[in-house]
């Protein structure tokens, strides 16, 4: 057991040893979505981050083929997808017989909701995401069956939900009645977990800019989600995300909607406010 994990620890401190002789910061390419959308990439870190001074964006960290498919709509692999839940936005299903559009008209309604997700729902006395708040639309406005947390159809929805927020400074708010679950959220983001004892700031805090396998490590915003990820082709909701990372550390993980990942979503949306939102976007 002792054995595995100094060796395992052995093998990642080889694995960062070696690949801080590679070290590269955020690049300095500014991000103009369609010739219009300017988006904030780079901006000063909020009150409450004790040991970052600026934010980047996940984009700043890819290489320039990458960061190109988000350039332009035409060439953004994600943009099918926003389409068929602009479909979805107008089909009517479940027992009361509506579509988001009876009730919310357009999607350009919800300009400025990504934002601010997470945030507090004061009627049901929670911390709410967006795929909570979507699929409580789903269950109890429209009669309808709730949509799996991570499923494709929600990705869709969040994407299309996304792109009327493009270039908004993400604004979270973290105190009030939020402030208990966002405490929570940080004590996870810096707990060490699995074999290789790893927490998300090690990674994302202390090591972003250096190269892992290969990928140029960021600092793990989630201000572009969904994401469309080269490496699987498709949408990647934030909780599939957080998945995979603590997976990667050889820990048993947190279910994507359960209050940990809520938690943890809250605070690491904190910690990009003042980065815009750009959700779909481009990663490998
Ligand atoms: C029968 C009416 C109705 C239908 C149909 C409906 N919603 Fe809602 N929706 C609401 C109401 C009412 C609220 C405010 C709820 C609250 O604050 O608890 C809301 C809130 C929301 C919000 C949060 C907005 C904000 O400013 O925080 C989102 C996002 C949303 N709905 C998405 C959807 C989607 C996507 C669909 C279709 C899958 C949908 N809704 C279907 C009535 C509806
Ligand atoms: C062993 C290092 C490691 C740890 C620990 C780790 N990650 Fe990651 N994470 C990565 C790598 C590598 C990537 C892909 C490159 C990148 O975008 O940084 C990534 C990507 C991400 C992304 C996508 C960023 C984007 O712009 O699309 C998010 C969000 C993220 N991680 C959050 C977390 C959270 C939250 C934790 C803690 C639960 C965590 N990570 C733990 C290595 C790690």
Excluded at 184 to 210: M, P, V, W
Excluded at 235 to 242: G, Y
Aim: with cysteine; hydrophobic share 35%.
């Amino acid at each position: 057991m002792s054995y595995t994990r100094t060796t395992s620890l052995l093998s990642l401190g080889m694995v960062l040893a070696m690949s801080a002789l590679v070290w590269a910061d955020a690049d300095d390419d500014q991000l103009i979505v369609n010739d219009e959308i300017e988006m904030i990439t780079e901006a000063a870190a909020p009150d409450h981050m004790e040991n970052l001074d600026t934010l980047y964006s996940g984009w700043r960290f890819r290489s320039d083929e990458t960061q190109a498919f988000q350039m332009d709509d035409f060439d953004n692999p994600a943009m099918v997808f926003v389409e068929k839940a602009e479909e979805v936005w107008n089909t009517a299903e479940g027992s009361e017989g509506k579509a988001c559009a009876s009730c919310h008209d357009a999607p350009d309604t919800m300009a400025g909701v990504r934002a601010v997700y997470p945030k507090w729902n004061e009627d049901a006395g929670e911390v709410r995401t967006l795929e909570m708040q979507v699929n409580n639309c789903r269950e109890e406005q429209m009669g309808a069956e709730a949509w799996k947390y991570t499923g494709g159809d929600m990705a869709n929805m969040l994407a299309l939900i996304s792109t009327v927020s493009r270039g908004l400074p993400m604004n979270v708010a973290i105190d009030g009645p939020v402030a208990e679950t966002w405490e929570k959220g940080k004590e996870i983001y810096y707990t060490r977990f699995g074999q290789l004892e790893l927490s998300c700031a090690n990674c994302h805090e202390d090591s972003y800019g250096q190269m892992i396998r290969a990928d140029h490590l960021s600092q793990g915003q989630i201000n572009g989600f969904p994401t469309y990820r080269l490496k699987n082709t498709k949408l990647n909701t934030v909780h599939a995300r957080f998945k995979g990372c603590v997976r990667d550390t050889r820990a048993h993980t947190f279910a994507p909607g359960s209050p940990e990942f809520v938690a943890l979503e809250l605070y690491v949306a904190s910690r990009g406010n003042g980065l815009s939102v750009e959700g779909p976007s481009v990663r490998n």
